[in-house]
């Protein structure tokens, strides 16, 4: 009797490790297929050269839970590629100031920047390629997004050769990889090299993406527009 329960019981231990084996594998390969492969990412940027914040809404949802100031961001948020319509109002108002309809491919990264003055609001959107060709290098492209400022580029703070040059206004360079570190730069008019913004000091980490917006404007209208400046934001 001692001997039949002994193998009954290892019989049974048997049997227990199969069925939890079976039901992990199923568990995983369920995993695997709700993965929805429609799907795409997009964040938004506030870089509207004004005082002003912004409350951001994708499909009439709102992603932010607190209004967006001039250079902040919101996290990726995921949406059914295809159409999706982008919208920004102020605080304690449900109008809005600008309505953008935009197309998303599925398995894709975007960022929306709301540029331009406020009675002139608009949209740009641009993909992101979030690529790590080496993990021990950090991400970053520059940006002109300053509504009356010529092509620009960017150097390090200091340095006579750009890093990224010859950036009109709403056009984009790729990424491009350098050390990590801590790091200021300068934007500089291409044609003559003249330094109109120099940024703050920002840490660049490995493995990140980071935005580095030429914002605001050479000639501002009024205390309520920003001054040219440079504006650094990871992408996350």
Known sequence: MKNLSLSYFKNLKFSSTILLFI?????????????????SNIRVINAAPTLATYYPFINSGLISSAALPYGGSTAYNANISGANTIKFTAENNTESLLTKTVNLNANSY?????????????????????????????????????????????????????????????????FIAIAPGTYTFDAKET??????????????????????????????ANDTE??????????K
């Open 23 to 39: 039901l992990v594998a199923f568990s995983a390969c369920k995993k695997e297929e709700e993965i929805d492969n429609t799907l």
């Open 191 to 220: 044609s003559t090299g003249t330094v109109k913004a120099i940024s703050s000091s920002a840490t660049f980490v490995a493995g990140y993406h980071y935005d580095i917006i030429c914002g605001g404007l050479i000639n501002p």
């Open 226 to 235: 920003r001054t040219i400046n440079i504006v650094t934001v990871m992408l």
């Open 110 to 174: 975007y960022s929306f920047y709301l540029i331009n003055k406020p009675g002139a609001l608009d949209g740009l959107v641009i993909a992101d390629d979030l690529s790590l060709p080496a993990a021990d290098k950090t991400y970053i492209r520059y940006i002109n997004l300053s509504p009356d400022a010529p092509a620009m580029d960017l150097a390090k703070t200091g340095e006579t050769t750009a890093l990224i040059a010859n950036k009109t206004y709403k056009t984009a360079s790729a």
